[in-house]
Every structure is written in C-alpha cells, then in structure tokens.
C-alpha cells in the first residue's frame, strides 16, 4: 500500500512538472479586421504598429483566409476543428452547441482544459457565450461599445451600422476594458503557477460600429483617405446569383447609397480608426506580456474571423467569398521559433485546432479536418498543395491555393483569379482555356458531402434563401 501510494505521488508530480514546462497560449482575435494591417498591406494608410510588432516576433501567414465570412460558422469552425458544410453551422445561427455535429466536441479551450491548463477569457473568442467555454470569464465589457443617443453617419438599417468618433476617451471603450482585464491577468498570474494558462482576449473593433474616440480619427485625415481600387465595371463577369447571394437581403448599406451620401471616404476613415484602436488595445497586451515572467513560454496566436469590403465589387461588409471576405491576418509566435517569417502557403483558420495540439504537445486528434501549420513554422517554403476552403452556405464554395481562387456558387456559376496577376480579383478567368487544368484541379477541392443548412433567421439565411430565385433558370 505504502508503495503505491508513493508511485502515484511520484506520478502526480511528474504530470505537475510536465504541466508546468507546458507553454501558455494567448488567443487573440479581431473581430471583422480584414487585409488591412501594416504586414498584408490591404490598405496603404492602415495603421497597425503592434500587428506589426508580433509578426517579426513570429510568423506572418499571409495567405491565411477563413471558412466562412461570418462571425458565427468562422469561430465555430476555428474552435472546433470543422468546416461549415460538416457542421451545417454556415450562418449566424444556430449556436455551435446547437447543431448535432458540433455539440458533443470539445472545443479549443475545453480540450485545453482536458489536459491540465487553466483557461480563462474576456471579449469576443465564441460567437456567444463565452463563459460555457472558459473556466474563467472575465466579461464582455460591454461588447460592440457604448453608441451615442442618435445615429452618427448612417441614420437607416440595422442598429449596429453606424460610424464615426464616439465616445470620447479610450477607457470608455469595451476593446480597452478587456485589454486592461488581460493585462491584470499577465500581471497576476504566477511564474511558477500549478497549471499553464490559456487565454483569450478578443477584441470587438473595427465591428461595427465602427466607433473609436477622436485622437484615432485625427490620425487619418479625412482629405487625405484613400479610397479602396476598385473597378466600376468589375461585376459584369459575375453571376446574377453571385451578385444576389453577396448583395440581397444583407443589413450592410448599398454601395451606391454611401457614395451618393458622401460617406466613403467617412467610412474608411471610421474602419482605419477602429483599426488602429483595436491596435493599440493589443499592444497594452502585448507589452504586458513582455514584461512579465510569461514572456518566453507563451505561444502568441492572432486572428480575425474573416474579411471585409469597403466598396470593393461594389459592395460592403462581410459575406462574400472573394478575398475581400476571406482573406485575414494570421501570426503565430511561439518560443523557440523563427522570428520575422513570412508564408505565402495557404493557411486556413481551421488549422488553428490541430496547430496548438502540437505547439503543447497534446494528443493529436484524428477528427480534426485542419492540419498542424508546425511544418509551415519551421520551414516558411516547404511543399505545400494544401488549401482553403470558405463556403457561404451549402453549394457556395471558394477554394484558395497559393496562387488561386476558384469559386462555384450553387446555380454552378464559377469563377477563377490569378493572383500573381490580379490581386483584386477583377478578371474572372474562368472562360480562358488556358487555364482549364488549373481549373479543373481548384474543383476536386470541392466538398463531396454537404451538411444542409441548419435553420435560422440571419442576414445569411435571408440571402442564401433569397438567391436561390436564380436556381430555376438552370
Ligand atoms: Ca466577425
Ligand atoms: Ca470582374
């Protein structure tokens, strides 16, 4: 008996110790940040000195997109390791806990949890409902921020459409709040702690509304914005449906109403300023890890959950599957890896899950339908066919390579960009014949099993179901 118990006290400190060399994750995500940082060069004037910063600590993927342009199915996917079109979670509904294929997972922190971390959070990491996923939540602070008695810029549509400076100081701010609340944490958290942490911190700007005091505003002088490239007769080589799917029945303004309102340049304006505030948040995060004990064990992850358009293709806001609405900033730093690299290979969110099993040396995880990025971490030019796959419900699909994107939507329109040649995507390709064999290796990436879409009321469902009159024609 004596002996037993001193082999399983011998083990409960070898599993203690092993806890302990484990290195601490810090999730950080963006909420609706697209292209625009210093590092991916989306937008000459954006400003994001401490994206920057954790890029040459780490690597920068730059070719990283997620599954789906929206905040639900994209976190949902990302924390769990499962495409949309596997979930059928392709919109903002339902809950992640919802839907039968998701609902007996764990999920990122849970699995976390699992194995002997300690897992807590503040801001935007889910969807919603954070608290059921962290041992600790330290709050919303507030969530998309404080909004003034009348709306600022855009008096019609739905109530979070709104831009411009409000309020007046940056502790009145939900994105400061949180940051302050990780800062605490860092600050607190023992060297020597029983467990390794996990933390989140998501931020909720540039979301709309996209509101950020003044000071952030002045550093982008309304006169002198530049307005996003776009091409006025870029939609001619498009389906109607893909025009109906990404335009009808969506909350965010009509591009020809923000122009004939004169607030393009305001609004570009009010999304730079919310991105430079969200930036600045971060850096308070940042600066507090490097000043604590955590700094060389703990692995730096940051995302946003998909992209966004200003304009370009003559539309606005997320859900849409060209790179306007997939492509996001994804860095990864982690102790003991190369430092300023940059990847082109593509990354998608999904592989987030499998990426942080191996970073802590957790079970890998079969199920998983991502793959660990590790590889890409050790060599930023290893061989890598692998791609992304976004969907924007059942049948609309984007698949990007490294060179590619190749989409086909559900009336089995398709279109194809070289982004060797067009970065913007204005030349759908998809008729040129010599470009067939790449088109024909872009479709076999395409889903041979499809969830159907799970019931519920949004913007998404609302278009998706709206589109669908283009079907009957074919
Ligand atoms: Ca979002
Ligand atoms: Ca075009």
Redesign the pocket.
């Known amino acids: 008996m004596k002996q037993m118990i001193a082999i399983l006290a011998l083990l409960m400190l070898q599993t203690s110790l092993l806890a302990k060399e484990r290195p601490n994750v810090l999730l950080i995500s963006i909420d609706d940040l697209n292209d625009w940082t210093g590092g991916l060069k989306g937008h000459p004037q954006a400003r994001t000195p401490n994206l920057d910063r954790l890029a040459g600590q780490g690597t920068l993927f730059s070719n990283a997109h997620c599954q789906s342009p929206v905040c639900n199915p994209s976190r949902a996917s990302l924390l769990t390791g499962r495409h949309p079109h596997t979930s059928g979670v392709y919109f903002l509904g339902p809950d992640l806990k919802d839907a039968p294929e998701l609902s007996g997972l764990d999920t990122l922190p849970e699995r976390f949890a699992k194995h002997g971390y300690s897992t807590l959070a503040a801001g935007k990491i889910f969807h919603r409902g954070d608290q059921r996923f962290f041992e600790t939540y330290g709050g919303s602070f507030g969530g998309f921020g404080p909004r003034p008695e009348k709306k600022i810029s855009q008096p019609h549509g739905h109530p979070l459409w709104d831009w411009g400076a409000f309020p007046e100081k940056d502790n009145q701010m939900p994105d400061f709040k949180i940051a302050k609340w990780a800062v605490d944490q860092l600050q607190s958290m023992p060297e020597k702690a029983d467990k390794p942490f996990f933390m989140g911190v998501g931020f909720y700007r540039p979301h709309v509304p996209m509101f950020a005091p003044k000071k952030w505003f002045d550093l982008f002088p309304i006169d002198q914005i530049q307005l996003p490239l776009i091409?006025e007769s870029?939609?001619?080589?498009?389906s109607d449906y893909a025009i109906a799917l990404t335009n009808d029945k969506h909350v965010s303004p009509q591009h020809e109403w923000v122009k004939s309102a004169g607030q393009w340049e305001h609004a570009v304006q009010s999304y730079l300023a919310s991105i430079a505030f969200a930036d600045h948040c971060l850096g308070l995060v940042l600066d507090a890890l490097e000043a604590s004990p955590h700094r060389d064990n703990t692995i730096v992850v940051l995302f946003a959950d998909h992209g966004f358009h200003l304009g370009e293709k003559q539309r606005w806001a997320k859900r849409s599957i060209w790179e306007n609405g997939t492509r996001v900033p994804l860095i990864i730093s982690a102790p003991g890896y190369p430092a300023k690299q940059r990847t082109s290979k593509t990354a998608p969110l999904l592989d987030n899950f499998p990426t942080r099993l191996e970073f802590a040396e957790l079970p890998s995880d079969r199920h998983q339908e991502g793959r660990s990025l590790v590889p890409l971490m050790k060599d930023s030019e290893t061989h890598w066919p692998h791609v992304a796959l976004s969907s924007f419900g059942k049948g609309n699909y984007a698949v990007r390579s490294e060179h590619f994107r190749y989409i086909r939507y559900l009336d089995q329109s398709e279109e194809l960009y070289d982004h060797r040649e067009d970065p913007h995507e204005?030349?759908?390709l998809i008729d040129d014949p010599l470009y067939s064999e790449t088109i024909l290796k872009h479709r076999q990436f395409l889903p041979s099993k499809e969830s159907p879409v799970l019931p519920g009321n949004s913007t998404g469902h609302q278009a998706y179901e709206s589109a669908s009159r283009f079907l009957e024609s074919n």
């Not at 870029?234 to 498009?238: A, E, G, K, N, V």
């Open positions: 091409q870029d939609r001619d080589d498009l204005w030349k759908n």
